[in-house]
């Protein structure tokens, strides 16, 4: 039975950050409680202050921003007025925090049993040799390949879900009583997402901690949290146990929440025969120097004017790397590439200025992909500059024609540094930023997975207006399902290096399917408390 004795309470916090030399409300008089062994779902799109306010579960405040009102009050301990030294000794201890990229938050240059057992010895909660073993049950419990074994390799040789679960071990190591969440699905494939979710709550059940789940899936904290916190521009839309707010949500802006993703790209009629393609792969055979086999076999896929391939499969089926083959980085060992009716070649630095031109590409992280020291107007202006010779009046006036084109205000934005827009605007930036070349062929990698649903919405309706004013191909790499439905016309379903079934977006969703397609639409959360547990339980049953 879950204690409700508060282990957390926050009491009218105000956070400010600050732009532009002038510091403004971020977090503006939220109240928390958090009971003891009771999981808190905080949901909101992009700049509600769900971060922020998880961060400030732990006395902490991002660069740029500052507490200005309020307490923290963790198991009697009032966080903000306590010195830097006690703030330091719980976090880690008592405290911990799940990145949402695993990647990015791991030290490359050390092995994973490494980083999970410097926080337990240093804090002299175990010895070395009792926080490895410790690692190796966790690492069981979250059911990871290899558990004796895993913790010593580097994080690159492991998958994202593994390292995901490998940083929910390393959360669990000094046995907190709080661990804050931060989206630590969102960029996981399907059939990783339910392993993970899965072994995040039985971890948080068995040792009965608190938690604060950060998401923008409201089908996700449907099956973790106790007690669901609306957030819109740092405050409370409305709080309630978890069924409630699924069943009978009260205010306006939690309804929408409930109701995105309603937009369908309009059904375009079937390639006429004989057609030809914008792009096409012909048994493309890929193979990664110093690996023992190909990462792709045998792949053929048509690209055509007007139309969306979404490629789908779960991480390590081989999406990246087609796109990595299309752009030359990676050559095929064996096919070809063919654009508008002529061969490709295989390397990058062996096509012309006008082949590299026709194919572009739309990154997943924005924040990572933008030059934070560049203005808009540059970023947008250098493919323009370099593909098609644009300079002075002309260029400026090309970047403002698709800043318009983009639904951003030329006059508000051009001046403007990465760091000044919101995720939804920038992404939108990244989008310009590959018309900026004029291509005929664009690859979309994942780019809406980091967006909350009402930003990736406006997205996906963004990317058909422009395909359907440029007539572009789009190559769609996913692994949300909803967003197949939203925006393909063809469906590419891929595991392992290999295509397992294509074919129109109709007749892939349409049973019977591939046993491995009706794995990863099986594995798509719901908006129902009871789905993880129903799922799981009946994948156990067809094992036995």
């Known amino acids: ?41 905080l949901i909101g799109e992009s700049g509600a202050g769900k971060s922020t306010l998880g961060l400030a579960a732990m006395g902490f405040a ?42 990015a938050s791991f030290n490359p240059a050390y092995k994973l049993m490494s980083q999970h057992t410097e926080f337990p010895v240093l804090k002299q909660v175990s010895s070395r040799s009792e926080a490895e073993e410790d690692a190796i049950t966790l690492y069981r419990k979250l059911r990871l390949p290899d558990p004796e074994t895993i913790g010593f390799r580097y994080p690159h040789q492991v998958s994202g879900g593994q390292l995901q679960r490998a940083m929910t071990a390393m959360a669990m190591a000094c046995r907190p009583d709080l661990i804050i969440f931060d989206e630590p ?8 997402q339910i392993e993970v979710l899965s072994a995040i709550r039985d971890i948080v059940d068995e ?69 030809e393609p914008v792009l096409s792969l012909r048994n493309i055979t890929a193979q990664y120097p110093g690996m023992p086999r190909p990462v792709l076999e045998d792949i053929s896929i048509d690209f055509h004017a007007g139309r969306t391939v979404a490629v789908v499969g779960e991480s390590g089926s081989g999406k ?45 992280m924005a924040d990572t992909a933008l030059n934070p020291k560049q203005r808009i107007r540059d970023i ?3 493919p323009m500059q370099f593909y098609r010779g644009l300079r002075g009046h002309a260029l400026t006036e090309e970047v403002r024609a698709l800043l318009s084109a983009i639904e951003l205000e030329p006059d508000i934005y051009m001046d403007r540094l990465p760091s000044e827009l919101s995720g939804g605007q920038k992404q939108r930036i990244g989008i310009a930023r590959a018309l900026a070349a004029n291509p005929k062929f664009i690859i979309c990698d994942e780019v809406t997975s980091a967006l909350d649903q009402l930003v990736a919405e406006e ?23 909803s967003t197949v439905r939203a925006i393909a016309d063809d469906v590419v379903v891929m595991q392992m290096g290999k295509i397992v079934e294509q074919g129109s977006k109709d007749e892939i969703f349409t049973p019977p399917h591939a046993p491995y397609t009706d794995l990863l639409l099986s594995s798509v959360p719901e908006m129902d408390p009871d789905w993880l547990n129903n799922t799981l339980e009946a994948r156990k049953s067809a094992s036995i």
């Open 1 to 41: 039975m879950t204690d409700t004795t508060p282990l957390l309470q926050i009491r009218d916090l105000v956070i400010e950050g600050r732009a532009q030399d002038e510091w403004n409300p971020i977090v503006k008089g939220l109240n928390l409680n958090l009971g003891r062994g009771q999981v808190l779902g």
């Open 62 to 103: 991002r660069d740029g921003c500052r507490f200005s009102g309020g307490t923290v009050h963790f198991d009697g301990i009032e966080l903000l007025g306590a010195d830097r030294a006690t703030r330091r000794n719980l976090r880690s201890t008592r405290i911990a925090y799940v990145a949402q990229s695993a990647a």
């Open 185 to 192: 699905t969102t960029a996981l494939d399907v059939t990783t």
């Open 207 to 275: 040792f009965g901690t608190s938690a604060i789940y950060i998401t923008h899936d409201l089908a996700v904290v449907a099956q973790m949290a106790d007690q669901i916190m609306v957030l819109r521009h740092g405050e409370l839309v409305e709080e309630a146990p978890t069924r409630t707010m699924l069943s009978d949500p009260q205010e306006d802006y939690t309804k929408s929440l409930w109701a995105v993703r309603s937009f369908t790209a309009p059904a375009k009629p079937a390639v006429k025969k004989g057609t």
């Open 320 to 364: 990246s790397t087609v796109a990595r083959t299309i752009t030359g980085l990676l050559p095929p060992i064996s096919g070809e590439i063919i654009l508008d009716g002529a061969p490709l070649p295989d390397k990058y630095a062996n096509r012309t200025k006008d082949q590299l031109r026709a194919s572009q590409m739309i990154y997943q």
């Open 380 to 382: 947008i202006g250098r």
């Open 459 to 481: 997205i996906l309706k963004l990317l058909d207006k422009l395909q359907n004013e440029y007539n572009l191909a789009y190559m769609f790499i996913t692994h949300d399902i």
